[in-house]
């Protein structure tokens, strides 16, 4: 596949820095980084902009071996409660199939049992900024990233 164009928060004047320092500042909230990872990982699935994931022995330090496992997080014991509701809200908000019910509560509250009112602020920032990120690279056809 070949780009339409250069990615868009390259060549609009001002708009990438911003959407850096936006993921800055999710990051400094206290969701743990790990569980951001496996949301973007997650959405961009859902999203069909999957990553080139590291795999086997020269698997770089440092990344967690779960990642391939995203998908399946439902089934998989290797994903604590947090995460597990963290996973669920990404893909209610994701997905959005039913209009009436993209967000339900229950899902809202369980989260809550696991992160304070900014850091679920934070994941549903989160959340939305790969969403964008996943929606501007297919328009203009940019090819899916090597995980990190």
């Not at 999710?26 to 994931?53: F, H, M």
């Not at 809200?89 to 339900?104: G, H, K, N, V, Y």
């Not at 304070?116 to 964008?132: K, P, S, T």
Request: proline share 7%; net charge negative; with cysteine.
């Amino acid at each position: 596949m070949t780009p339409r164009m250069d990615n868009p928060s390259l060549v609009v004047p001002g708009a990438l820095q911003p959407l850096l320092d936006l993921t800055e500042v999710i990051g400094k909230v206290g969701v743990p980084q790990t569980t951001l990872d496996l949301i973007r990982l997650r959405v961009s699935e859902i999203n069909g902009r999957a990553y080139t994931l590291p795999a086997g022995p020269d698997q770089p330090a440092g990344v967690d071996t779960r990642l391939a496992q995203v998908a399946a997080w439902r089934t998989e014991s290797c994903f604590d409660a947090a995460e597990r509701s963290a996973l669920e809200m990404a893909e209610a908000i994701t997905s959005m199939t039913d209009p009436q019910d993209m967000a339900p509560d229950e899902i809202w509250e369980e989260s809550a049992r696991h992160y304070n009112d900014e850091q679920l602020g934070a994941l549903v920032m989160h959340i939305g900024l790969v969403n964008f990120w996943n929606r501007v690279n297919v328009a203009t056809q940019q090819e899916p990233a090597v995980w990190r």
